[in-house]
């Protein structure tokens, strides 16, 4: 009889059907890397499908739960729920990234299984060029993490001349980086559908440049959540390019992405009630910088660039 404690891998995502409106959750579980269990669930309050996140939680510890588990969940509300409640599952190990070979192969097995029902009822839509009136925009993100809790600030600044202040809680920076970028495409897909992305986190250029993007180990919430997004519009036909600029380096974009990241978490931090003036001021500076820069891309790769695979 084996000795190891088993290792298990839930991914679960929403999705609305683009006539309708339903919502849906698809779900996938693997252990040991053997066939997964995957299908749909309809998503029908406030909780987002999580429900059925914890029933086949509860339907993996009941069949082998036996010695233990050690179980990857992307999700950290599920993560934190699940935390809260190790006293009734002996031998729970939650993990929060996917690392060694057997949890890797688990991953991989139920990443290919969910893939493969999304792409039955989602099939691969045909390429959608950008609109002649939409140029490519180009934005700066970046994230300011204290050292102290888990506020972290969000910064954007665009090629147009528009600036964001967010705020989120992260585990690391590197989350906050991601999150950044997700926070990005969000806002800005809807304008152009050519958007190059100014990162000065070599981590998440390496990783949004991945050739497989979807099969690569997920370290966060923030990186699952970025990593589908970028996946999700370059199969809608955009173009979503990924470049490395070092901070703190002179380069305007990113000079204002880090300033609007420090000045959000110091509002979120200090429970600031207006940020008016702060953010207008970001975005009187930018647009007078723009005015007299040069290439907001570089158009050689140095020290201080790296080029969009």
Known sequence: MSTHIPVAVIQHQRFIHRVTGAESLLLSSAVEGEEAVTGWHPVTDGCGGREWVVERFLALWAAHGA??????????????????????FPGLV????????????????????????????????????????APPLVIATDAS??????VTGLGIATSAGQVQMLSTRTDTILAGEFAAVNAALERYFSTSWTLD?????????????????????????????????????????????????????????????????????RKAQWKLDDSSAILERLRT?????LRTCGDLVPRAESRDYRAAA
């Open 285 to 289: 500076d930018l647009r007078e910088e």
């Open 197 to 265: 992305i100014l990162t000065d986190s070599q981590k998440v250029w390496a990783r949004l440049n991945e050739e497989h993007l979807l099969e690569g180990p997920m370290r966060s919430p923030e990186e699952t959540r970025c990593v589908q997004r970028v996946w999700d519009m370059r199969r809608l036909g955009a173009t979503v390019r990924v470049h490395w600029v070092r901070g703190h380096n002179g380069h305007v974009l990113n000079d204002v992405a880090d300033r609007a990241a420090v000045a959000a978490r």
């Open 145 to 150: 993490r204290g050292s102290r809790g888990k």
């Open 94 to 133: 939650l993990r929060d990234v996917v690392s060694g070979a057997r949890l890797v192969a688990a991953w991989e097995t139920c990443r290919a299984a969910f893939e493969e029902q999304r792409e039955e009822r989602f099939p691969e839509p045909p390429p959608r060029p950008a609109p002649e009136e």
């Open 67 to 88: 010695r233990g588990l050690v179980l990857y969940v992307p999700d950290r509300l599920i993560r934190d729920l699940l935390a809260e409640q190790l006293d009734a």
